[in-house]
Nanobody
Framework: QVQLLESGGGLVQPGGSLTLSCTASGSVFTINAMGWHRQAPGKQRELVAMVLVRDGSINYADAVKGRFTISRDSAKNTVYLQMNGLTPEDTAVYHC?????????????????WGQGTQVTVSS
């Protein structure tokens, strides 16, 4: 089992920045990929960004390319999501997730372990 603990959400004005953190514990050696997903009210959960643990390969959703940056600190088993240029459309609950498998990694379907989520609200 893998446990994920997120932090860093909050309220920010449009154009502002936030950094989310996610620390994994437990059977971290089983993790193949880690990702950040978000779910806005009335919408389906969607992948925001993901990183492969083995080689650091990264994938972003089109909506966040150029604004969000995912990074990892392997020594701390921690993944970060730096979010710049935030807009009200980025308002959602952001979840960290870990995947032991290799399929469907660009969708929530590929992830078995989930954090509790952290609220990000972009509003003036």
């Amino acid at each position: 089992q893998v446990q994920l603990l997120e932090s860093g959400g909050g309220l920010v004005q449009p154009g502002g920045s936030l950094t989310l953190s996610c620390t994994a514990s437990g059977s971290v050696f089983t993790i193949n990929a880690m990702g950040w997903h978000r779910q806005a009210p009335g919408k389906q959960r969607e992948l925001v960004a993901m990183v492969l643990v083995r080689d650091g390969s990264i994938n972003y959703a089109d909506a966040v390319k150029g604004r969000f940056t995912i990074s990892r600190d392997s020594a701390k088993n921690t993944v970060y999501l730096q979010m710049n240029g935030l807009t009200p459309e980025d308002t959602a609950v952001y979840h960290c997730a870990a995947a032991p498998g290799i399929q469907f990694l660009t969708t929530p379907r590929g992830y078995d372990y989930w954090g509790q989520g952290t609220q990000v609200t972009v509003s003036s």
